[in-house]
């Protein structure tokens, strides 16, 4: 009984010493106590789920609840458990990204019970005020410990929804707070609530250096439903086990390029890559050492590893040399779709999926005819998704005197890259006809090479890619369930491969050899020996997306006239030509890959030239 109603016995036993009729003493007095009943039944706190813990251990602090705060955390376990695809999703989230964030958490002496607040994502405004940050955000970060921490937000990237990035971010901003109030637990707090509201409920001077803290109001808020969340979790995880075992892969050379062409080179679908890359506002990867986020099943990893090595020898020297300069131009627009540039001061337009030089040239309301002689295509040649082409004439000379040739590269790429005439540069060079270049020639892009001179070459290394042996994915692969106290030990991030050693674009020429009567082409004749020259390239510039290689790829047309294709038993067959790919037959055909897959019963995507793939039902 409470002291309401020690107060209503003592006042009834006064009351029945005083002399009145027994039938109105006992009367009253069952009055009084039917009462007091009512009033202490009323007075009975709402109910709490018994197994809600009465305290919860973070770090090296107990939160101990009081019965408000521990009806609060009650309330949003109760949610959670209520909303499985809610919590299912953060599953999915911790076991997709901890492999990642594990290793960077410890590296920087950050206890590993804030791993989960990686993916949460309620902050506390004010006093009375709990929301839900945008989607996408890593670690709870609002603008201010964003900027705090000089993450970017602006226009164009915001990098609070970088894994890594933010990643980085928080794990400063939280080793600051620990610094700061002299706790983890104050840390915590201070990280997911508003500066004001740390300071109006005197965090840093009631909780400083303790161990144990008492939360007793909902002003706290945001730390009882992330300890909530936290408590769901780690007794969830132990059982998880992902429908699809996935992997985080950071692809390191999208510098400059759009999500479309890095979608193409590692053939991966351009949306999946949009989902995992909300950092970026715009589908171009910024001039800066920022990693594109790729989600993949784990049975590709060594596949992307290899694509994404081979996609880093295109238009390698076009990021050295500074070209093509782009800005992003949407004054350009016609009001027919597309996406718009100003390329080495001329008037461009980027090729995207589907795009090809009849649907760009609609779309820069030109006429075809202009719009080839411009890039000096011809109709039978296709476009390549991410590259810029011109839809102004080219000019007669570069801003840089020379090009050194890398492996691969042509004289139309060297072309589009510095916006020079194609014929410009024969002249220039003294070539009779368009030919295969040689690895590390020197091509004269201002002025006409003197026949005295002989055709220069720069001894450059050739890369070699080699790919270690690694066992980490398969044996991901058979954990299906991980102890939480394991976790970190256990998660393990794939290997990063290390890119090969190049000499910087601005380095002295090594060697110029002259070419002997042999190594000459018909076009050219042997030169008696000259001085060696040396050959320097400008500094570095900014630079945005790459200008790439022209490749012979299968023309996209109307699905009966692309080339290859046949009719036949009900289906349309495609004949596998070189450099074709299913992922390049699916966007031609307008059909998934998985549906292939189907269709043809493939265990891979391992196609050989002359294969009959079955595309779709007539």
């Not at 405004?125 to 609002?142: A, R, T």
């Not at 320097?536 to 080339?563: M, R």
């Not at 059909?591 to 009959?612: C, F, H, M, P, Q």
Request: aromatic share 10%; proline share 6%; with cysteine.
């Amino acid at each position: 009984m409470n002291g309401l109603s020690g107060v209503i016995k003592m006042d009834l036993r006064a009351f029945l010493n005083i002399k009145f009729g027994i039938t109105f003493r006992l009367f009253f007095a069952g009055f009084v106590i039917m009462f007091g009943v009512h009033s202490e039944v009323k007075s009975q706190p709402v109910a709490i789920e018994p197994k809600t813990p009465y305290e919860i251990r973070f770090v090296d602090v107990t939160f101990q609840l009081s019965d408000v705060a521990r009806y609060l955390l009650s309330q949003e376990i109760a949610y959670l458990d209520k909303n499985p695809h809610i919590k299912q999703d953060y599953l999915e989230k911790l076991s997709l990204y901890l492999p990642v964030i594990d290793p960077m958490i410890r590296n920087a002496g950050v206890p590993e019970d804030f791993k989960f607040l990686s993916v949460y994502s309620k902050f506390q405004k004010s006093v009375g005020l709990v929301s839900v940050l945008e989607p996408g955000i890593f670690w709870c970060m609002d603008n201010a410990k964003a900027l705090d921490v000089d993450l970017e937000i602006n226009r164009i990237v915001d990098e609070r929804k970088h894994l890594t990035l933010a990643t980085a971010g928080a794990l400063v901003s939280l080793k600051r707070n620990n610094i700061l109030y002299n706790s983890w637990g104050s840390a915590l707090f201070a990280h997911i609530a508003d500066r004001s509201v740390i300071k109006t409920l005197d965090i840093g001077k009631k909780w400083n250096g303790n161990k144990f803290i008492v939360l007793d109001s909902p002003a706290y808020s945001s730390l009882i439903h992330f300890l909530a969340f936290k408590w769901v979790m780690e007794r969830d995880w132990p059982g998880f086990r992902p429908e699809v075992h996935r992997i985080v892969y950071e692809y390191p050379y999208g510098k400059g390029k759009s999500l479309n062409l890095i979608g193409a080179d590692l053939q991966v679908e351009p949306k999946d890559l949009v989902e995992s890359n909300k950092w970026l506002k715009v589908n171009l990867v910024p001039d800066r050492k920022s990693t594109v986020i790729v989600v993949i099943p784990s049975s590709r990893y060594h596949e992307i590893r290899k694509l994404s090595e081979l996609s880093r020898n295109l238009g390698i020297s076009g990021y050295e040399s500074g070209f093509p300069v782009l800005k992003e131009t949407p004054a350009y627009s016609k009001g027919k779709g597309g996406v718009f540039y100003k390329i080495n001061d001329k008037k461009g337009i980027r090729a995207d999926f589907c795009d090809s030089h009849v649907t760009l040239a609609y779309k820069s309301d030109l006429s075809l005819k202009k719009f080839l002689d411009y890039n000096e295509m011809t109709e039978k040649d296709v476009t390549t998704v991410g590259q810029v082409y011109y839809l102004q004439e080219k000019n007669g000379k570069a801003k840089i005197p020379f090009h050194i040739v890398k492996e691969g590269e042509t004289i139309w790429y060297i072309s589009q890259l510095y916006g020079v005439k194609m014929s410009t540069l024969l002249d220039f060079n003294r070539m009779d006809a368009v030919q295969r270049l040689q690895h590390g020639r020197v091509i004269w892009l201002q002025k006409k090479r003197s026949k005295k001179r002989p055709v220069e070459h720069v001894e450059l290394p050739k890369e070699e890619i080699t790919f270690p042996e690694e066992e980490v994915v398969a044996a991901a692969e058979q954990e299906q369930v991980i102890p939480v106290e394991k976790l970190v030990s256990e998660a393990q991030k794939p290997a990063e491969v290390k890119p090969v050693e190049q000499k910087p674009a601005d380095q002295k020429v090594i060697e110029v050899v002259k070419e002997t009567p042999k190594e000459v082409k018909p076009v050219e004749k042997p030169k008696t020996e000259e001085t060696v020259t040396v050959i320097k390239q400008e500094p570095k510039k900014e630079v945005k997306p790459t200008v790439a290689e022209k490749k012979p790829e299968p023309k996209k047309v109307i699905e009966e006239d692309i080339p290859g294709s046949e009719i036949s038993d009900g289906y349309i067959y495609h004949i596998v030509k070189q450099g074709e790919t299913l992922y390049r037959i699916s966007v031609n055909y307008k059909v998934s890959v998985e549906k292939l897959y189907k269709l043809n019963n493939l265990k891979s995507n391992t196609i050989e030239i002359g294969d009959r793939i079955r595309v779709k039902p007539i």
